[in-house]
């Protein structure tokens, strides 16, 4: 088991930047492939980007390709997302996730989550 805790959320300003933290303690960090979502107020949860167990390959929907990059250091237990050029459409609670084997955009396939930082992007 995994426990997973976000870290890193906040208001900013349309145009601006936040990276979150995701601290994983538990079993073997590195086990485990990893992922960012997202849930807007009356929306369903959204994939974000996904990681490989080594982070040599990386995964993101469309939405956010080339304004967000997802990384994660295994020495440290910690995952990353940096968001750069953000949107009001980028407000939601964010969400981290562990799952064992392949990466997937589907939230049903992974395993472990944590509970969530808020982002709020104002126009």
């Known amino acids: 088991q995994v426990q997973l805790v976000e870290s890193g959320g906040g208001l900013v300003q349309a145009g601006g930047s936040l990276r979150l933290s995701c601290a994983a303690s538990?079993?073997?960090?590195?086990?485990?492939?990893m992922g960012w979502f997202r849930q807007a107020p009356g929306k369903e949860r959204e994939f974000v980007a996904a990681i490989r167990r080594s982070g040599g390959s990386t995964y993101y929907a469309e939405s956010v390709k080339g304004r967000f990059t997802i990384s994660r250091d295994n020495a440290k237990n910690t995952l990353y997302l940096q968001m750069n050029s953000l949107k009001p459409e980028d407000t939601a609670v964010y969400y981290c996730?562990?799952?064992?084997?392949?990466?997937?955009?589907?939230?049903?396939?992974?395993?472990?989550w944590g509970q969530g930082t808020q982002v709020t992007v104002s126009s």
């Open positions: 538990g079993r073997t960090f590195s086990a485990y492939a």
């Open positions: 996730a562990a799952k064992t084997g392949q990466h997937s955009t589907d939230p049903g396939w992974y395993d472990y």
